[in-house]
Every structure is written in C-alpha cells, then in structure tokens.
C-alpha cells in the first residue's frame, strides 16, 4: 500500500485534532521547542509524518508548533522553504489551536519532544505526558523515568528524524515510499544544512551522523545543497519588514532557575542595524513586561564580511542576584568577550562582541542557566 503524502496528511491535521478532542480519544502530541525555529517546526511535522504512517488505525499524531499561529511569519526561512515545496502553512497546528492542558487533565495526552528535552516553565506541568525525546541539546534530566530517549550531540534534531525515516524504509518496503518524496526529503535536508552551517565543520556544529543524513537524503532527490542552503540564509536574514520587536520574537527561548526568569533572542542581524529599527528602544521593555523577564540576553549573528557574534546582556529587575552574572559570562564564560559600543544601547544594557563565534545559544543558555542554579 502507497505510503500517504505529506500534503495531504499536513492539509488533514486540523480536522483530525478537532475530531479526537471532540470524541475524547487520546492524543499523541510531537511538540517543538518554544523558539519555533526551522530544525523545530520540521523535526516536529516529519516526525509526527513518520509515526502517522506507523501508527494503527484510528490513531491521532499531530505535530504542534510551539508558538502562537500570529507569529509564524516571523519564521522567515521556514515560510520560504513552505513556499518553494508548495506546502500550505495553514494546515499546521499552533499552541494556540490546541489545549494542551486540557488533554493532558483529561488523560488522553502523550508528548513526544523534539528540539528539546525540558519544558518550558510555562509548560512544565505537562512533563508526566512525556514519553519519547528526541533532542539535540545538553540533556536536562527532565522528564519521566522509562522516556524513550535520543539526546545526542550531533548538529539537527532532523538528522535524528532522518536516520528513522531510512530505518523505517529499509525495514518495510511498503513505507520507503514517503522517504523519498521531495517534499519530504526537502524539508529534512533543509534542517540539517541550517543547523550545521551548509555541513561546515569548522564552525563546530556539524558531526557525521549530519553528514551521513544529508548524503542519504541528496541521493534521494535532485537538490543543490550549497544552492538550498544560499536561499535558507538569505530569506532567514530578511528582516526588512520586520520590527525590533519581531526581532526579539523570531528566535527567542526562556528559562527559568530558582525564580529567575532569563529570555535569550537570537538575532541574524548585528547590534548596530538592530538598534536603527525606530522601536528598538522600547522593545525590551514590552517583551520584559509582558514576560515577566528579570533579564534579557540578545545574541547576534552576522555573515559579512566574515561570520560574527555578538552578545547584550539587559537586566530588567532589582534582582540583585544578577549582578554577578556579566562578571561571571566575561571572566569564566569562555566566550571570549569584549566590550562593545554599537552606539544606542539600552539603559543599564552591556554589549560585547563574542569571540568564540562557535558558541551558539545551545552553549550560553545552559552555561548562565548554570550560573543562576549556583546563586
């Protein structure tokens, strides 16, 4: 039997999630992490893909993405990759389309994380729904004993994802089909060429589990990877059209460590551009209120004329715990930061450039959630 479609199964998800929540049937939810980044929104869809077309009969496996549907533009190179394989984002399952709470209340939840393997504080109380992980991040220790788990260090959750989906086509012949759709296919690819930096080794991100999923996936469909990863980049660094404020919202997570609220903005764009936008001098002050942030880290990346980052620390409370913690990020951090002087700057803000360009978000929001859990 042909294996089902992608578009077909991602065109049917809002009706078959109103159906069981209407009929009280039990759903299994393939969540992403809250940034809602391209590796999340496609490691969730071709996962939940995946276990759809192994699941029994009458079984329910939605993929939610974990924002609120309003936000989804902001995710620039996920709507370009929608668009270029003519996927409609409409079909897509938001935070907003679905209470989880309510499932979870009622029993009839079960959670599988992708991109991520603690929930966020808001989220928190789902953990005993949890039971399978499948992450690319330090791992947590977060959830329930017997959690299936695959928390390895390699560069994208969707090389995790792709190395199933061969699995699954060498075991059944009747499933290989849906490995090698291009649509399919495309959308995996494309998360792994993003995460790992077009496969580049030298920016510390790429491991060969990430090389042997895209060399899988490339002899399966006819994409230029080079090419693919060329407009990924540039429709992720549009930001034109967006605000200071969208900045703040495109890439963001949050943490919480012994009541200390830390949101952390990855921003493709340097301080200096970053501070033009004519709301950048109040955005801070709308994301920390209406959060209930005690402190807001932005990290900037930019790819001219050479690869670089940059780092601003905002403390936004009277928290005077805090105060150790820029000290602490310059002198043990191994960020190798120095200061910097974009011009606008945040009252009370302080920026640095981050010589250890090969340190991501995945290395400073851990290592500060680190330093909280020490005060």
Known sequence: MAAPALDAYLGSLQAVLQESCAEGKPVTVVLGNESADLDSIVSALTYAFLLHTKASSGSTVVPV???????????????????????????LVFIDDVNLAELHAEQRLELVLVDH??????????????????????????????????????????????????AAAAEDDSAS??????????????????DTVNLDSSKGRCTEPDVAAAKALTALIDIDNTELFQQLQTAKGDIGTLSAGDLLRKDYKQIEVNGIVVGFASVVAPLATFFQKPDAEEAHLKLCARLKLDALVVMTTCHSPTFSRELLVYIASENTKLSSVVPSLVSDGGLELTPLEPGRLWPTAQAFNQGATKKSRKVVLPLISDLLSKM
């Open 117 to 166: 393997n603690r929930l966020g504080p808001q989220q928190a109380a789902l953990e005993p729904a949890i039971i399978e992980i499948l992450d690319h991040h330090d791992d947590q220790g977060a959830y329930p004993s017997g959690t299936a788990c695959d928390i390895r260090p390699v560069g994208s959750t969707t090389t995790l994802v792709t190395e199933r989906a061969l």
């Open 177 to 194: 089909t849906f490995v090698v759709q291009l649509k399919y296919a495309a959308l995996l690819l494309s998360g792994i060429l993003v």
């Open 65 to 91: 993405v974990n924002i609120a549907r309003e936000d989804f533009v902001l995710r620039t190179e996920t709507v370009f990759i929608f668009k270029r394989l003519k996927l409609d984002p409409q079909g």
